[in-house]
């Protein structure tokens, strides 16, 4: 098959997360791996009275009711969004802290998190040789665009892509079918021309089926396809196998 465009997801697929590069936190007599720390630092300035366990509290909900909104349909809460639940769990009204509070926070937790961020040496080649034959984007579930593309730009792939797209903009995650028409509206190409490449089944590669794409699922632990789920177009353990599906014999 041949295709005019390759999107990938972004975390697991082209990055990884390694948490045990977080910072470490010890919070009511628990060592934990968290950016917590360093944001509860950083807003001790804007809110003195707020102690470190009651803040920690605060953040951990924040991050839950997100999840507990974007599990009903897939609607993305942003990381500013997510940060004013932050603030009012704290008793604090977001409209009156002053805005460099949540300037510092955002700014502490992207540096902080993108630390975590590991780009495989390995896929650079790939990426550079894909480069040359086809438009290539990212199409991510994430909730703060400055990371995901500062992340892309540390690591020296950024210009790569075409087109960086992450939910946060859009305001829907995948598998909805928005984000991936949007990608490919600004691609300019037809989703019978472009292949989707993701770690997720039920999000990346439903999600793409679903208007019509390709799909190539990234799969290193060999985990079974779940019942009743349509297969991908290719099932790879490694992103370099896309080499020779995509013309590239030796993956580079």
């Keep these: ?47 003195p009275d707020v102690e470190l366990g ?13 999840e507990r909104i974007r599990n009903e349909d897939y609607r993305e809460v942003g990381a500013p969004e997510r940060l004013g639940f932050l603030v009012a769990r704290l008793g604090l009204d977001p409209d009156t802290l002053e805005p460099a509070a949540m300037k510092a926070l955002l700014a502490t937790h992207k540096r902080e998190l993108s630390k975590a961020v590991v780009f495989p040496a390995h896929h650079g080649p790939l990426l ?24 892309l730009e540390r690591e020296g792939i950024a210009d790569l892509f075409d087109i960086i797209l992450v939910s946060d903009e859009v305001g829907w995650r995948k598998p909805k079918p928005v984000i991936f028409e949007m990608a490919l509206h600004r691609l300019d190409v037809v989703a019978g021309d472009a292949l ?37 177009d290719y099932e790879i353990r490694d992103l370099v196998e896309l080499g020779p599906i995509l013309g590239i014999p030796d993956g580079r």
């Design 1 to 47: 098959m041949s295709y005019r465009a390759v999107l990938f997801d972004l975390f697991d697929t082209l990055v990884t997360f390694d948490r045990n590069r977080l910072p470490e936190l010890t919070v009511n007599g628990r060592v934990i791996r968290s950016t917590a720390g360093h944001l509860h630092e950083t807003f001790r300035p804007f809110a």
């Design 54 to 66: 009651r803040f920690v509290d605060a953040l951990m909900w924040s991050w839950q009711e997100a």
């Design 128 to 151: 550079r040789a894909l480069k040359g034959r086809h438009r290539l984007a990212v199409v991510s579930n994430f909730d703060y665009t400055p990371t995901a593309r500062g992340v």
């Design 196 to 232: 989707f490449v993701g770690d997720r089944i039920d999000i990346d590669v439903a999600g793409a089926q679903g208007v019509g794409m390709g799909s190539a699922w990234v799969n290193p632990e060999r985990t079974a396809l779940p019942p009743d789920v349509r297969p991908p």
